[in-house]
C-alpha cells in the first residue's frame, strides 16, 4: 500500500471539502485543505476513479483510467540505439551503466523506450501510464468555470461578445498529483490547453488557447484580442429564447516516472461545461 499526495495553492472556490478528502481503504492516509491522499495498491482497483466528474451543472467526460495493474513488458534492444537516442541521453546522465530497453504496454497501447540501469529489474509491476491516469482522477478536473458568456448577460446582435474562464487548480490548472503502486511514481501534471467554444447559434465553434481576456468597461465595442464571437442573430426563435452552448476544455498531461526506470509520456483529456445566453436585436426607431 502506497500513498500519493496531489499539491496545490487552491484558489478561493476552487475545492469545497474542509475535511481533507481522502481516497482508497488504507486509515493511515490524510489528507489535508490543501491536498489529496490516494490510497493505491498494486493490482488492485484504481481508488479513486469514478469515470467522469460533474460540478456546478458542468458535464465532463474522464480518460481511460484503469482499474487493473497490466504489466508491461521490457526487452533489451541489440543493437542498442546511437548516442542521439533520448534513452542514451538519459542513460549517460545516470551514469552510463544500463541499457536501453523496449517498451510494449498492452493495456494503453503505449510503445516507447527506455533507459535502464544495469541491476535494477527490467519491469515495473505495472504500466506507468495506468498509474498517470489515477493520479488524474485524483485531480477531480472540471470543465470551464465560465465567467462569460453568463446566463445574467446582455447580449445584443452584432456586437461583440467576450468568452473567458476563471482560473483555478480543477477547472484550468495546472494541477499535479502523484500516484504510486507496484514500486513505481508517477508524477503527471495537468494544464487546460484550449478551450472550444460551441456558441450554440449554428456557426463554427471558436476555438480559444488560453483562458481569454476579461471584458473591462473601458474597452468600450471593441473585440476580444484572443477569445470572442459576434452574434448574427436574435436567440428569440430558440428553446428558451436562449442559445444553448457549451465550453469544452482539453486538458493536456504530462507525466513522468520518478525514479528508475525512467519513463514519461503525455496524453489529454476532456472536460465540457454548459452555457446559456440571451441575445437581442436592438430596435432603431427613425
Not at 138 to 155: C, H, Q
Not at 157 to 181: I, K, L, Q, R
Not at 230 to 237: D, K
Amino acid at each position: 500500500m502506497a500513498a500519493a499526495i496531489l499539491v496545490g495553492t487552491f484558489a478561493s472556490g476552487a475545492y469545497a471539502d474542509d475535511g481533507g478528502p481522502t481516497v482508497g481503504n488504507d486509515q493511515g492516509c490524510h489528507g489535508s485543505m490543501v491536498s489529496v491522499t490516494v490510497c493505491a495498491q498494486a493490482g488492485g482497483q484504481a481508488p479513486g476513479h469514478s469515470g467522469s466528474h460533474e460540478a456546478k451543472g458542468a458535464s465532463s467526460t474522464s480518460g481511460s483510467g484503469k482499474s487493473a495493474a497490466p504489466k508491461c513488458t521490457y526487452t533489451k534492444l541489440d543493437p542498442q540505439p546511437p548516442a542521439s537516442n533520448l534513452a542514451m541521453q538519459d542513460g549517460k546522465r545516470q551514469g552510463g551503466k544500463g541499457a536501453v530497453y523496449q517498451v510494449l504496454c498492452m493495456e494503453t497501447g503505449r510503445v516507447g523506450t527506455v533507459w535502464i540501469p544495469a541491476g535494477q529489474p527490467a519491469a515495473p509491476q505495472i504500466d506507468p501510464e495506468v498509474l498517470a491516469h489515477r493520479a488524474v482522477d485524483s485531480m477531480k478536473l472540471l470543465g470551464p468555470e465560465i465567467a462569460n458568456p453568463r446566463a445574467a448577460g446582455k447580449y445584443v446582435v452584432g456586437m461583440p461578445t467576450w468568452m473567458w474562464v476563471d482560473e483555478s487548480p480543477t477547472t484550468f490548472g495546472p494541477n499535479t498529483a502523484t500516484a504510486t503502486a507496484g514500486g513505481v511514481t508517477v508524477t503527471a501534471t495537468a494544464k487546460v490547453s484550449s478551450i472550444r467554444w460551441n456558441m450554440g447559434d449554428g456557426t463554427e465553434p471558436e476555438t480559444c488557447d488560453g483562458p481569454g481576456t476579461k471584458y473591462q468597461a473601458s474597452m468600450g465595442k471593441a473585440k476580444s484580442p484572443d477569445c470572442g464571437h459576434v452574434y448574427e442573430q436574435a436567440s428569440s426563435t430558440s428553446k428558451g429564447g436562449k442559445f444553448h452552448g457549451i465550453a469544452t476544455a482539453t486538458w493536456t498531461i504530462d507525466w513522468q516516472v520518478t525514479g528508475a526506470p525512467a519513463n514519461a509520456g503525455q496524453f489529454t483529456e476532456v472536460r465540457a461545461t454548459p452555457f446559456s445566453v440571451a441575445v437581442h436585436e436592438v430596435q432603431v426607431v427613425n
